[in-house]
T-cell receptor, first 116, second 110 residues
Framework: GAGVSQSPSNKVTEKGKDVELRCDPI?????LYWYRQSLGQGLEFLIY????????KSGLPSDRFSAERTGGSVSTLTIQRTQQEDSAVYLC??????????????FGPGTRLTVL | DAKTTQPPSMDCAEGRAANLPCNHS???????VYWYRQIHSQGPQYIIH???NNETNEMASLIITEDRKSSTLILPHATLRDTAVYYC???????????FGAGTTVTVRA
């Protein structure tokens, strides 16, 4: 079946502009995760959604970052007033059940964000 | 806080088995060993995971030592498309904030 999809695949923006990144999880997966991966920085957890529960936003680096998950499926990560240090690959993953179940996370292809 | 240690790089001949080692000497009893790989400019791809027993799937085999302090990922017949960075991680079942170390850059050569 279809995997996790993300759009756009690449995004170039100017410093100070807002961007929206989209994630479509695997059909039927109830949990969704956002990460970012910077060159030399490894994988950094951002936020976790599970059903109707309050999301775990503990990884969001600043209040310029926010995310929504509508209808328990598609998620949008919004970065306001982008800065050059926001440049990274933003990855989305999903699991069939909630995080406490320990299911394997399956990743999407990522969105490469470049802030000029 | 590196829970795993992997060699930074290794080369492998196409068609041969690739054996990727990982040390996790401080692994806890409730932690699984997971392997992901990341081909250039793509998202991480799940390969395999295990707790105590050896595991095999269509992609690879995972051999975990009896003391669980190390493991080996085996790609039975490496192809050029297996060239990637391979990440070994340990995680408890409820630990959902994944993090990768530097991994092993595997280059498969014709």
């Amino acid at each position: 079946g279809a995997g996790v999809s993300q759009s756009p695949s690449n995004k170039v923006t100017e410093k100070g502009k807002d961007v929206e990144l989209r994630c479509d999880p695997i059909s039927g997966h109830t949990a969704l995760y956002w990460y970012r991966q910077s060159l030399g920085q490894g994988l950094e957890f951002l936020i976790y959604f599970q059903g109707n529960s309050a999301p775990d936003k503990s990884g969001l680096p600043s209040d310029r970052f926010s995310a929504e998950r509508t209808g328990g499926s598609v998620s949008t990560l919004t970065i306001q007033r982008t800065q050059q240090e926001d440049s990274a690959v933003y990855l989305c993953a999903s699991t069939r059940r909630g995080a406490a179940q320990g299911d394997t996370q399956y990743f999407g292809p990522g969105t490469r964000l470049t802030v000029l | 806080d590196a829970k795993t240690t992997q060699p930074p790089s290794m080369d492998c001949a196409e068609g041969r088995a690739a054996n990727l080692p990982c040390n996790h000497s401080t692994i806890s009893g409730n932690e699984y060993v997971y392997w992901y790989r990341q081909i250039h400019s793509q998202g991480p791809q799940y390969i395999i995971h295990g707790l105590k027993n050896n595991e095999t799937n269509e992609m690879a085999s995972l051999i975990i030592t009896e003391d669980r302090k190390s493991s080996t990922l085996i790609l039975p017949h490496a192809t050029l498309r297996d060239t990637a960075v391979y990440y070994c991680i340990v995680r408890a079942s409820n630990d959902y904030k994944l993090s990768f170390g530097a991994g092993t850059t595997v280059t498969v050569r014709a």
